[in-house]
Nanobody, 129 residues
């Protein structure tokens, strides 16, 4: 059974940066697309960034231009580098893995929560003004 463990969250001042990492166990990592979602108090869990098996990346408009998602299939890790952080970025961030998927996956697929069958426990990111 695949497990995902996030790390790298914490408290940072507005304008700062953070790097979130997610380590996966199991043998299907390279056969899946990966994504990061976040959930702020009182809000729905929302898509932040996704990366297909081919390495194509997608971002929510709210983080585009200041975030980079990457994956290392050999190490079974996916990372999210976020810069110019804002108080609105405060949330619990979740790493997620899709079911086995084609090599190329469109934005609509990676942005949909129902595409993912495995989730990490989440890591808190708090941005103070």
């Amino acid at each position: 059974q695949v497990q995902l463990v996030e790390s790298g969250g914490g408290q940072v001042q507005a304008g700062g940066s953070l790097r979130l990492s997610c380590a996966a166990s199991g043998r299907t990592f390279s056969e899946s697309a990966m994504g990061w979602f976040r959930q702020a108090p009182g809000k729905e869990r929302e898509f932040v960034a996704g990366i297909s098996r081919s390495g194509e990346t997608y971002y929510a408009d709210s983080v585009k231009g200041r975030s980079t998602i990457s994956r290392d299939n050999a190490k079974k890790t996916v990372s999210l580098q976020m810069g110019n952080l804002k108080p609105d970025d405060t949330a619990v961030y979740y790493c997620a893995k899709t079911r086995r998927v084609a090599f190329f996956a469109p934005y609509e697929y990676l942005a949909a929560r129902q595409s993912y069958d495995t989730w990490g426990q989440g890591t808190q990111v708090t941005v103070s003004s």
